[in-house]
């Protein structure tokens, strides 16, 4: 046989078959359909919440605000905020205590009651605002700028200290 005419691994189409019918070459990938991959748990305990024992990540605050129906989240914390005398979002890291690290953020629980942007106490919307424009839907830094998006101001959440998880 001519080497130049028989090829040294099989072309598209062809097997080589091995010891005992074992293709070396063979190769199977996605075996199975998405369904065999996907998995729904639902959690029956959590870890967060709790001050003492081994594991220890209490709650440290409750966020919520509620906006009244039709309005821009956005513009009403903004006129809030320049009508008691600040010139932007940052401004409040001065007038209000942040907590020191990062902190666990969870949803609120949607019965929860949450606190009125309007006709509700000026200042606590306007740390809330803070605090909740220093938060993704999973953590609270605050070391990163405060954005005041219409998704980051209508979320509730409960955040929680992780600084007793790896006791």
């Known amino acids: 046989m001519?080497?130049?005419s028989s090829p040294a691994q099989p072309q598209c189409g062809q097997l080589s078959a091995g010891l005992n019918g074992f293709d070396p070459f063979e190769r199977l990938a996605n075996s199975g359909g998405p369904m065999s991959r996907t998995r729904s748990e639902h959690i029956?305990?959590?870890?967060?919440?709790?001050d003492q024992g081994a594991i220890r990540c209490p709650r440290s605050l409750r966020l919520g605000l509620s906006f009244p129906s039709l309005?821009?989240?956005?513009?009403?914390?903004?006129?809030?905020?320049?009508?008691?005398?600040f010139g932007s979002a940052e401004d409040l890291r001065d007038e209000f205590a942040l907590p020191e690290g990062r902190l666990i953020c969870r949803p609120l629980d949607p019965k929860a009651s949450r606190l009125a942007v309007r006709g509700g106490p000026e200042r606590e919307v306007l740390e809330q605002a803070l605090l909740l424009?220093?938060?993704?839907a999973q953590l609270f830094d605050p070391g990163r700028p405060v954005l005041w998006t219409q998704t980051s101001l209508t979320r509730g959440l409960e955040l929680f200290d992780?600084?007793?998880f790896y006791a």
């Open 2 to 4: 001519n080497l130049v």
């Open 71 to 85: 309005s821009d989240p956005v513009k009403a914390i903004e006129n809030l905020l320049r009508s008691n005398g």
């Open 162 to 164: 992780p600084a007793g």
């Open 133 to 136: 424009g220093l938060c993704t």
């Open 44 to 50: 029956a305990s959590t870890l967060l919440g709790r």
